[in-house]
């Protein structure tokens, strides 16, 4: 890709994760530009698109969390402008940010993944809160998770250890959609798996342990420096790291995410890693896990960033 060219980082957006999208855009601004390419930071907003038509010869490179960021339809409307892109496809990234739809897919597909259940507003409403209440703390053994279907960053996600705190941890998650999942909770260590595709396969990086001061992986313990120990690599097992690896990349190949992705996992005392989700778009903030893995294999940050963009314009 010639210097000439330019590189849109979109970042911002409408979203929960608006403050950390811009964090993450700010950082792979300055990666770019310290690997000499030309650089234009843009809002996604209604001046967007006069922006990319008076460019020539843009590439986007999206990094925005949640909602349109994450949800297809910023990479449906730049495919749509003509515009390559750094990411996953529109219907890849579907795929992966509802986790009602993403679960079964991978579940089916063989990976292992915790006990769930998905529950709409107006099926919770319409049929009594309190009855389905009963029927949750029926069903799984506590503690469980419940959190929103498409959100990140642990927005609205809750953990419950009894039946009298699952009407308000319903609630809680509500706020971010209209459509909550209830899950089983995995007791064990937490990773993280970055998954780049460099030369158009996928390769999974040094996995990322992750222990929270606070013994909870929420939006604090993300985003703020010192509240969260990380651990690269991880401090598990040769094989069962392997298991992580794989797990990681099966999900990225099952789901038809492309570039780069995240997959988080729990690892049972057993060994037995546990799929949770898998982030499109993941966090490339001074904190975020994929820069800390890019780190720990060697690469350096601003020089994948380079080449992903390469790819892009190669597809064209």
Known sequence: ????????????????????????????????????????????NAELIELLRNLDNPVAFPTLHGGVGEDGGLQQALELLHIPYVGSTPSACRRSFNKAICGPLVARAGLVKPKSVVLPADVFRDLGAKQLVGAIAEHFEFPIMIKPVRSGSSLGATKVCSADEIA???????????????????????????????????????????????????????????ETRFVVPADIPDGVAKACAEMAISAHRILGLRDISRADIIVRSDGTPFFLEVNSAPGMTETSLVPQAVSAAGWDFGELCAKLVGNARARG
């Not at 601004?29 to 390419?37: F, I, P, V």
């Not at 780049?196 to 985003?223: C, H, K, M, N, W």
């Open 1 to 44: 890709m010639s210097n000439q060219e330019t590189v849109v980082v979109l970042s911002g957006g409408l979203s929960h994760e608006r403050d950390i999208s811009l964090r993450s855009g700010r950082r792979v601004s300055k990666a770019l530009r310290d690997q000499g390419l030309k650089v234009v930071e843009s809002d996604v």
């Open 168 to 226: 308000q941890a319903m609630v809680s998650a509500y706020s971010y959609g209209d459509v909550n999942v209830i899950e089983e909770f995995i007791e064990g260590t937490e990773v993280t798996v970055a998954v780049i595709e460099p030369e158009g396969e996928p390769v999974a990086l040094p996995i990322v342990e992750i222990q929270p001061l606070s013994g909870f992986y929420d939006y604090t313990a993300r985003y703020t420096a010192g």
